[in-house]
Every structure is written in structure tokens, then in C-alpha cells.
């Protein structure tokens, strides 16, 4: 297993398999012999109702849950339990809250990972204010604690947190969810952006289908832990798999400010 290291540059782009995956939670069937591959530098959106099994799908990628039957791979490579720190160091997870822990300041935050990999602060401080140029974030609040951000700020942090060590990927479970449509609709076009700068392989979750097409050209629709459609956002508009992805879309097109 040769997951790259973290301190070895050049950071490659992940490529992330399921295969044949089937994951139950005390009898729940969480998925259901779901097979789906990423590729390198792609930006995919898994959407789907709430229980349709997309988080699972990223904590299995990340190993934080464990697939019954079927591979998990990463870099082209079955996920191995003893190997799973440096998958995990490789991989950017942002979460939705963003996650971040109250008694620290963002900066606290942000230095956590590097610390554990034994960074100096002055490479903390400025791998964080570039990431803090990234994301459009004043300096000054990087010496704040999560409750004096708003919702915005600590979501930009969250995702800095997720870059900090240049992860090959970034699994992202409804990152902006918590957030007011403005703030939104803002962090959206932030996001695309950021995802097209730095050409890494981005999975996101998102209940929003029209979040979904505006992040991504693949969307991947889930339903009861079943794959139902893959493809474009069109495809699933003009060419539904079924009468669910017509329903699921003509939902979200009928929502005021859907879509459509
Ligand atoms: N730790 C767990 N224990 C028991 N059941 C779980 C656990 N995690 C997930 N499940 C169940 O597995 C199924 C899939 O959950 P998952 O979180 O992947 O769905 P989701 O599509 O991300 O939903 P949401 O959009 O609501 O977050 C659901 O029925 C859920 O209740």
C-alpha cells in the first residue's frame, strides 16, 4: 500500500473506487451493492433524500466506517485498516457546521492536523493565511473562536481546515447546509472556484440538486442505498432513469428559486 505521503510533494489528484459495496447498520441497509468509481481531479455531487446513503459513501471512502461485502479503494488501492492514518491525512473532510472545535480559535483549528505532523508554527501560520486568501477570509479572524464567526466564516474555515495538509481530495457532507441563502449562494460560487483552482478530486453531498449541477458535471443520484441515475445534470432532466428522477428533479424544479 503506497497512499502518498504527506510531506512528499507533488500532491496527486485521489481516484476512488466502491465496488460491489454493501453496508447494513444493525439490519438498516445502509447500501446496496453499489459500484462507482471517481477519477482523479473530477468533482462529483452525490445527491439523494436523507437516508439515501450519501455520507455513508464518503465515510467509507474514508474508512471511518467499513464495508460488509464488496472493496473500497484510493489511489488504486483496497483501503487497509492499518494504513488508515496517512488515507486520512491525504484526504479533506468537511463536514456540514464545519465541525470545528469551540475552545479552539480558527487558527487552533487549523493547526491541528499540521502540529500532528510536526509542522513549525510559522509553516501553520502561513499555509493558513494563504488558505485564508483562498477562501476569501480577513486574517484578523483567524484569531477568533467558532462562535464569534458567522455561519459563512466558520464553513470558509472548515474547508481551510480540510486543505491545510494539500490533501489529494476533498469529501465534502452538505458543507454549506447549515447556511442562509445568501451566504449560500456566496460560498457556492467560492466553492466552484476553489474546487477549479486546485484541481484536486472533490465528492460532495448535497441535498440540492441545482447545488448538485452548479459544483459538478457527474451527479450521482441515490435512493434507498441504490444508485438510480449517473450522469449529467441534462441526463437526469431529459433522460430520467426512472419515475423517481423525475419526481426528484421535478421537486426540486418546482421550489421557488429551484433549479429551473
Ligand atoms: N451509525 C449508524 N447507525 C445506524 N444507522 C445508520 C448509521 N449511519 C447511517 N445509518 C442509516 O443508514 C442509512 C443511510 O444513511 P446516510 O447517513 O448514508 O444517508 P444520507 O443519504 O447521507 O442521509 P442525510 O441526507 O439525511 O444525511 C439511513 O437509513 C441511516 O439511518
Known sequence: MSFPQPDQPPRHAADFALREVTKHYNGVSALKDVSLSFAAGSTTALIGGSGAGK????????????????????????????????????????????????HLTALGNLALQPRYLGWEAERIRQRAHELAELARLPIDVLTRYPAELSGGQRQRVALMRGLMADPGALLLDEPLGALDPIVRHELQDELKRIFSELGKTVIVVTHDLAEAAWFADRLVLLRDGHVVQDGRYEDLLDRPADDFVRAFTHAQRALPGGAA
Open 55 to 102: 455520507s455513508t459513501v464518503l465515510r467509507l471512502l474514508l474508512g471511518l466506517d467499513w464495508p460488509d461485502t464488496g472493496t473500497v479503494t484510493a489511489w488504486g488501492e483496497a483501503l487497509q485498516r492499518d494504513r488508515l492514518l496517512a488515507l486520512r491525512q491525504r484526504v479533506g473532510y468537511v463536514i456540514q457546521e464545519g465541525g470545528l472545535f469551540p
